[in-house]
């Protein structure tokens, strides 16, 4: 009995100095520290296909990769083949070595080192040379103090995750995405056995130029097999599978796809100083392939036109993700600097902003679709665009102002935009870096600005998103923004509606599309870009061509160039996606009108064209037709009656009313107007405020004139106004006294003798008259 209490206390004893020596070894000995490890980034698509896997700082492959993402098979492979008893052990296994030293010392065997899967840990952690004697001392040592801190499930995951797998790959991440293509957790029972015997002799078992299988990784993992096969058993079909040849994927040959839009990603990271181990990205890898591909074509066609490079942008506007980027036409192309990222490079986008222009003046009530708008030689202030084409088109609806991309119109609506105007509308819109108001003036509205791919597809999936601005997605993971409003859905559906007139750029009948293509072109001054963006379905596709040094081409032309690329996309689109329409439904405050196609006002029973209009009560402009009159005619002097009242003696005969400048217009293009009859016979019986009053155009507004005396007999000052084409003198004063007269399309010139301001008045032979103030500084 005092022999069994003196045992008892002693393993007491015994026990309390372990526990001691254990609490004490904690508090003193260092936890190793196994997260300071180097890791790669893994870009998935939004399909969890590879997109790219990047080198970690120190120039490895390496995933960091949970023990519960890793297959039970490689598991079990693993401690089959290194270290069977791994979780009865502390660190170290005295019979492993004990063996592993009598082989190789006393019978000259193979070497065996008998390290456990802890032992080999704390040689690669610590990079321990476990050759010498003194070097496996400190190797056991070290997986004693990694025993005393970690779970065991801890250091079997930080084994997987150091072990190597051939030349820079280490971690059963790195090696299973680069060998197999996929993640350990999908790893089949031989793919699990080769990479559990790989770490044995990572170095010479695997071709690295074929990525064939040597013969001494397949006869080690054949023999592990059969082990697996004693402890854990397998059928016929299982053992098949083992006699199949296979190769490994080299590193050489990962994917290395959609490489700028990859870039921004990792910059975006770095600016927020964190680094993802993993992205999921809003990427579709298979429209992303059909986008490289067409691009690749369309340059290699062109070549012989100078077009060499290319960029485009797909964003699926249902959740604003980019579902497909191209930065360059060939990334790896020093010729084009094809490493630059073209979606994100700020450019000129000519008259793709137009849209913008024409949606805000209807949601101020400037135009409905079928307004009147002018196309004629026009000044603003000091500013005088003119057309790409060198010509002027005459009166246009407001639809076929936007479609055939006319300037002067652009410029004139622009001129009209407030609260807000043209460049606050692109500041709300987050369009970055952008100078101050002043140093676009009115050009904007003809790419004076500056927009990156990105920005323009932000701002056509406002469009799409019936005028709610989204922030652009590409991580899975960033939740949709819910956006602010910078246009009513009644001006987006009408303006989309206008681009729905646009013609297709290539063959393809309109008939055939399965939905609506809501598309602009763009060309920047002098040939450097060339644009073509719209709404496709559900999704935005923005196409640039141009070149990153800046340099011009005559081949930069929207339509010509950048729009049958664009059309390219369309048509694989439509043949892979399933698209709808995005503008079908018509809001509840639009409505349609009959218009007199001439004027775009109200039809009366003497319009001769006309036709119907979108329109938004209590906004949209209204008013009744005014360029048919009627007017009565005595048959006998073939002059208007001035009374015009009805008779058998009289007729009653429609005139066309337009401007002096649009019938110079019509002039020019062979297509004079019928005048309208003279009413002087009768004019003090006319009421005056019949017809248009006269617009003046010079002298400018906002302008001040600055004259030098010594050359005041050359420098005079224009009058000139647009008139009513009832119209056949205008009278010109200054501040009242009467300067001289001019024929309704002629000038007259004013020689100022003082400087000043002046108010400069123009009356047509009607009572009609308009005026403006003028500033004039003489000079010595």
């Not at 400190?138 to 004693?144: F, G, S, T, Y």
């Not at 996929?182 to 699990?192: F, I």
């Not at 059928?235 to 990859?262: K, M």
Request: positive net charge; glycine residues 6%; proline residues 5%.
């Amino acid at each position: 009995m005092q022999r069994l209490k003196r045992l008892l206390g002693n393993i007491f004893i015994l026990t309390a100095v372990v526990v001691l020596a254990f609490i004490l070894l904690k508090l003193t000995i260092p936890r190793p520290d196994f997260s300071n490890q180097f890791y790669s980034t893994v870009f998935y698509d939004k399909n969890g296909k590879l997109l790219r896997l990047t080198l970690s700082k120190d120039g490895y492959y390496r995933v960091h990769t949970p023990l519960n993402e890793i297959s039970k098979d490689l598991i079990d492979g693993v401690l089959l083949h290194e270290d069977r008893w791994f979780y009865r052990h502390f660190g170290f296994n005295p019979i492993s070595l004990i063996r592993g030293g009598w082989i190789t010392y006393i019978k000259n065997g193979n070497k065996q080192g008998g390290s456990t899967i802890t032992m080999q840990l704390a040689r690669m952690h610590w990079k321990l040379n476990t050759r010498l004697v003194g070097g496996k001392l400190m190797q056991i040592l070290r997986a004693v103090q990694i025993e005393l801190f970690y779970s065991k499930d801890e250091i079997l995951e930080a084994y997987l995750n150091y072990a190597p797998y051939g030349r820079n790959i280490e971690g059963i991440g790195a090696a299973s995405l680069i060998y197999f293509d996929k993640t350990p957790d999908k790893l089949t029972l031989p793919e699990s056995l080769t990479l559990a015997v790989l770490p044995q002799s990572p170095s010479y078992r695997i071709d690295k130029n074929s990525g064939y299988v040597g013969e001494k990784l397949i006869k080690a993992r054949n023999e592990l097999f059969e082990k697996w096969r004693g402890v854990y058993g397998a059928d016929e079909l299982t053992s098949a599978l083992f006699t199949l040849p296979f190769t490994l994927r080299q590193p050489e040959n990962l994917p290395f796809r959609a490489p700028h839009f990859i870039e921004q990603l990792l910059k975006d990271d770095f600016n927020a100083g964190v680094v993802s181990l993993k992205v999921d990205t809003t990427l579709d890898l298979k429209l992303q392939t059909m986008l490289e591909t067409h691009i690749r074509s369309y340059v290699g066609r062109n070549l012989n036109r100078g077009i060499s490079n290319a960029a485009a942008l797909l964003v699926d506007t249902r959740d604003m993700s980019v579902a497909a980027a191209v930065g360059s036409a060939d990334y790896f192309n020093d010729d084009i600097s094809g490493q630059i990222n073209g979606f994100n490079i700020k450019r000129s986008p000519g008259s793709t902003l137009k849209p913008f222009i024409y949606a805000l003046a209807v949601e101020q009530g400037i135009i409905h679709p079928q307004s009147i708008l002018k196309d004629v030689p026009t000044s603003f202030s000091s500013y005088s665009p003119e057309n790409f084409d060198n010509r002027f088109a005459g009166p246009l609806s407001a639809v076929e102002a936007l479609i055939r991309s006319r300037n002067i119109p652009a410029v004139y609506l622009n001129s009209r935009l407030k609260n807000p105007n043209f460049y606050t509308f692109l500041k709300k819109a987050g369009i970055s870096r952008m100078a101050g108001e002043n140093h676009y003036g009115l050009a904007l509205a003809l790419g004076g600005g500056e927009v990156t791919i990105l920005e323009e597809a932000k701002l056509y999936a406002m469009l799409s998103s019936g005028g709610t601005m989204r922030e652009i997605r590409m991580r899975k993971e960033q939740p949709a923004s819910e956006g602010i409003r910078l246009l009513g859905k009644e001006a987006v559906f009408i303006t989309l509606d206008m681009l729905s007139n646009m013609p297709r750029a290539d063959s393809v009948a309109a008939e055939t599309q399965k939905v609506p293509i809501y598309w602009k072109t763009g060309t920047s001054w002098g040939f450097r870009d060339a644009w073509s963006s719209g709404i496709v379905g559900q999704y935005v596709l923005i196409v640039w061509l141009g070149n990153f040094d800046n340099s011009g081409n005559p081949a930069f032309i929207g339509a010509n160039s950048a729009a049958p690329l664009f059309f390219n996309i369309v048509n694989s689109l439509q043949a892979s996606e399933k698209l709808y329409d995005v503008n079908k439904i018509i809001p509840e405050n639009v409505k349609k009108v009959d218009v007199c196609l001439s004027s775009g006002d109200l039809a009366t029973v003497w319009c001769k064209r006309k036709g119907k209009s979108w329109f938004i009560p209590g906004v949209s402009p209204i008013r009744v037709d005014t360029v048919y009159r009627p007017v009565v005619i005595d048959k006998k002097t073939n002059l208007p009656v001035c009374s015009g009242k009805k008779s058998a003696d009289t007729k009653v005969e429609v005139y066309e009313y337009y401007s002096s400048d649009i019938l110079d217009i019509f002039k020019r293009a062979g297509l004079p107007k019928r005048e309208p009859p003279s009413m002087k016979h009768c004019r003090q019986n006319l009421d005056l405020n019949i017809g248009i009053n006269p617009s003046i155009t010079s002298p400018l507004k906002n302008t001040v004139y600055t004259m030098q005396q010594s050359k005041k007999e050359k420098e005079r000052i224009m009058f000139s106004a647009v008139a009513d084409a009832d119209v056949k003198t205008l009278y010109w004063f200054v501040d009242d006294e009467y300067i001289g007269s001019s024929e309704r399309s002629k000038s007259i010139f004013w020689l100022p003798d003082k400087s000043g301001r002046f108010e400069i008045r123009a009356i047509d032979d009607h009572g009609r008259f308009d005026k403006r103030i003028v500033q004039v500084a003489v000079i010595k």
